[in-house]
């Protein structure tokens, strides 16, 4: 059915829908929803992330690999941090990495879907961290202004004109919300950017993923922001981050100035 249905991978997602499936029937009304384009995290209700299991349930944003690498600089840029912001959290997948490579941390999440706030929490559960719903800064505690030392946003940056292009999985079954970055796909970025220094603690660092031809533009916001900016790029994985600094004693947040290979000082 797989086959016949165009999944590339047909093999490893059945033995995936088996292993998940209690009966043949089920088995059959799963594999039913993969071939019909349901993504395959959805179907199983879960997603591979940092070498853990992290929920996913149908309309909600499905966590990429590539989101990985964002994880490796915020670890690597602050390494010592002890107040996490997971902003537009969707699954909560960053969060959850964070928090488990961490340890004990500060974890907050925040995602203007309900959908999204309730899968959160429950990938969340276990580390102590909170949820809030809400736009962006307004959803998070005020009393965590001046304290964040890492803030961690995979917002969307696919620009509204190219939402059509996107692969059925993407285009029919994830939130728009999640998706859809305005004309040049940097808005919701732009507007994190500029809010984040105010909740930045001294030496707190922001990192966003975002694509390739849309660095410069990226790093230009972050820069305008009064922000220390590098990008830094995994090739193999196709992963783009532009990670900002805020101004303050003690180096980058707390911790040595990481360069991955491929990345670039900010402008």
Known sequence: MLRAAGCVFAEDEAELILATARTDREAAALAGRRARGVPLEQVVGWAGFRGRRIGVVPGVFVPRRRTEFLVSQAL????????????????????????????????????????????ARRNLAGT?????????????????????????????????????????????????????????GLDVLRRVAAGAPDWLAPGGCLLIETSRRQTLAATEAFTAAGLRTRSAVAEEEDAHVVIGVAPGPGGPAHGPRAVSPGSSPGR
């Open 76 to 119: 690597a840029q602050a390494p010592d941090a002890s107040v996490v912001v997971d902003l537009c959290c969707g699954s909560g997948a960053i969060g959850a990495a964070l928090a488990a490579e961490l340890g004990d941390v500060e974890l907050h999440a925040a995602d203007l879907d309900p959908a999204a706030v309730r899968c």
């Open 128 to 184: 102590g961290g909170l949820v809030h719903t809400g736009d962006l800064f307004e959803a998070l505690p005020r009393r965590l202004r001046g304290r964040v030392d890492v803030l961690a946003a995979n917002v969307p940056y696919v620009p509204t004109g190219e939402i059509g292009l996107l692969p059925p999985e993407a285009r029919d079954h994830e939130p728009l919300v999640a998706l859809d970055g305005g004309a040049d």
